[in-house]
């Protein structure tokens, strides 16, 4: 089954500097995407990463505060900007794949971020 | 935008009891999902529906996609202890692989010995 990874795990980071978040996919997928997911809350879609071209933001997000990579099939990257406390969630990879006899969405641990 | 709500927001069972949730839209859905989320971790998906009407079980989960297409059902039966966490729906209006999901609110389990 594929598997989806991310790095790191959880960080801590002070208010005004930036976090970049790996994604790695053990197969080529041509869907990725990234939520958010604050505290107690559920899963917001932040934007669709495309291999090739630039990312499909959702509304109330922009890529100045989260630009996003996405070098080849296998992986991507999401990077939170200028960060506040605001910004504290766990940020969610997601990709459609086939696993477990579906094609589906799947989703990564996570990595949870704390903004001092 | 699209809402899911779920109901209910949480609950507290005894294990060995049946466990009831349930998802509802304002608009319809051609692809439901139901995941599961263990604190610290991404969600795992329990089951995919993609036909109105569908009833489908994975174990002792079974769910169901509405005939309306605005609501779905999850029916936990015989309740355990790793069956605590929070459970999401999941919506998917078009079949296409580009077509987003929308979460749910999600249901929080909770069992007791």
Known sequence: SAVISQKPSRDICQRGTSLTIQCQVDSQVTMMFWYRQQPGQSLTLIATANQGSEATYESGFVIDKFPISRPNLTFSTLTVSNMSPEDSSIYLCSARLRREGWVEQFFGPGTRLTVL | ?113
């Not at chain 2, 709500?5 to 439901?32: H, K, R």
């Not at chain 2, 996609?65 to 998917?92: E, Q």
């Open chain 2, 1 to 113: 935008g699209q809402q899911l709500n779920q109901s209910p927001q949480s609950m507290f069972i005894q294990e060995g009891e049946d466990v009831s949730m349930n998802c509802t839209s304002s608009s319809i859905f051609n692809t439901w999902l139901w995941y599961k989320q263990d604190p610290g971790e991404g969600p795992v998906l329990l089951i995919a529906l993609y036909k109105a009407g569908e009833l489908t079980s994975n174990g002792r989960l079974t769910a169901q996609f509405g005939i309306t297409r605005k609501d779905s059902f999850l029916n936990i039966s015989a309740s355990i202890p790793s069956d605590v966490g929070i459970y999401f729906c999941a919506g998917r209006e078009n079949t296409g692989t580009a077509s987003k999901l929308t979460f749910g609110t999600g249901t929080r389990l909770q069992v007791t010995l």
